[in-house]
């Protein structure tokens, strides 16, 4: 073969080692964005930026894809929950007065307070005990979420531990507040 | 969340299953989990992965292979300038050296000192002209030196032996030929001189409107060092590797309407270029076929080494921080070992490729 035939028969490997990747960690990678974002649609449109990003540097078949994209989904969503507590304080606001005519509007007005405390004492962790928190509440393993942030799967247990006592302490401050 | 398997491994979950006091306090850490991932829990959703995908194809940046800069670490910025330096002078000594209607092929390379203000003054050249790429450069990560090869087109060089200190995890990164064309435009530099308060030298006659076509690689390498756990979560950021060995066909340069000796004039006068650098370059003997090697004056030395018969430069110390050597080989390929290694290491495994 080659080097013409062969570099476009990679490139179709590549591509197809990419579809893989996608069909096997779209889900999981927006699982992660919406703990975080708690919002679908911004959850997507996170998974696919990160996935893009991913694709323009690296290859689908290296070991570490998953990691990379579980690891960057959380940051990527933590960085934008920061960068939007002014719009989401508004979006709170917008649905508290439209609110949801489906169900008990007393119920939705509490769920949707108590999703937004969250989600802001989440913001204001550090970057590693959020994103764990995040991983492992989409349901990722503590071997994943290990290798996600490159620490020793020993560490995953007490790293989980405090990042949740952070998160509760700065769940009472914000309702405090 | 203290659900999972192994949250209760080995002789902890042994102890567990027999100490009450500790059963009791596991059941509390437990709860307290189970609360926290009941805060965090959101409606179950469902994705349509099928047309996600189809957006994620049809993205504008959706291309792999665009070429990024690495981002460094402040811990590395010394090594972050030098990089740039040595950016600096490879476009200095493609704009010095090429010549109308020749061929610019470096055959040889030599050691040219470089302060901070030559950076500075030869950044912006840039802003002299205007930049078209006529074929964007690819690089992408491979996983074998075969995947490599196929992608660059050349066989990455092969280390005959390493330090036992180097890790034994090998990337190969490949990137295709890339073409560029500079314009240069008169009143654009001097417009851009002139927002910045300075002066420039007349540009001579000829060189407003003439195109310098560069091209460089393609190039191949292999990294040594862990590059599997990324530190950020950007793609945009990557580890600095222990040791890189490299190899690129010689970069080349066409140009119109100036010639060589014109080019050199003008750029040595631009305001900023230090007489070090000025005299090293004017003393280099057949400037066509001769790569300069920058050397930051205050971070780095540089000493003249023998590789396998070719001339080549050796940079850095042996702290074991930071060397390397570029030498241009037989067969006429650029070549590169460097990484935190010392320099007599890195002239060393130069010698076995």
Known sequence: MNLEARRMSLGRSEDQAFEALFTSEYARVVGIATRVLADPHEAEDVAQEVFVDFHRLHSAAAQYAPAWLHRAAAHTSLNRLRGSRRRLKREVAQALEEGDRTVDPQKQLEVDEDRRLVRAALGRLAPKPAAALAMRASGLSYAEVAQALGVGIGQVGTLLRRAETALRKEVIRGTSN | ?353
């Open chain 2, 1 to 353: 969340m203290f659900d999972d398997p192994d949250a209760r491994v080995g002789a902890d979950a042994a102890h567990l299953d027999s100490c009450l006091e500790c059963k009791a306090r596991f059941e509390v850490i437990a709860r307290d989990a189970r609360s926290i991932a009941t805060l965090l829990a959101v409606p179950e959703i469902s994705v349509d992965v099928r047309s996600a995908f189809a957006k994620v194809s049809e993205a504008p940046r959706f291309q792999p292979g665009l070429v990024r800069l690495p981002v460094f670490r402040s811990s590395v910025r010394p090594m972050r300038l030098a990089l740039v330096a040595a950016a600096m002078v490879a476009l200095l000594a493609v704009v010095a050296f090429a010549a109308e209607g020749l061929f610019y092929k470096p055959s040889t390379v030599t050691p040219v000192p470089v302060t901070v203000a030559d950076m500075q003054a030869l950044s912006q050249l840039a802003d002299y002209g205007t930049v078209a790429w006529t074929q964007q450069p690819q690089l992408q990560v491979a996983t074998s030196a075969s995947d490599a090869a196929a992608i660059a087109g050349i066989t990455p060089p092969t280390a005959g032996s390493v330090p036992a200190t180097i890790s034994k995890t090998i990337t190969y990164g490949a990137m295709t030929k890339a073409i560029a064309t500079f314009t240069f435009n008169a009143s654009k530099a001097q417009a851009t001189a002139a927002a910045k308060g300075k002066t420039l030298p007349a540009m001579p006659a000829g060189l407003d409107g003439a195109t310098l076509t560069v091209t460089v690689g393609p190039a191949v390498g292999e990294i040594y060092g862990d590059l599997k756990q990324p530190q950020g979560s950007s793609a945009n950021e990557v580890n600095l590797p222990q040791l890189v060995i490299a190899k690129s066909t010689a970069p080349t340069v066409t140009s119109t309407q100036v010639s060589a000796a014109t080019l050199e004039n003008y750029v040595l006068s631009l305001p900023g270029i230090s007489p070090e650098l000025r005299n090293a370059v004017r003393a280099v003997k057949d400037p066509t076929t001769t790569l300069l090697i920058p050397v930051p004056v205050q971070y780095a030395t540089a000493t003249q080494v023998t590789i396998n018969g070719a001339n080549g430069v050796a940079l850095g110390d042996n702290t074991g921080l930071g060397g390397g050597v570029v030498w241009v080989g037989k067969d006429g390929y650029v070549y590169l070992v460097a990484g935190s290694i010392k320099k007599d290491d890195a002239v060393n495994i130069a010698k076995t490729l």
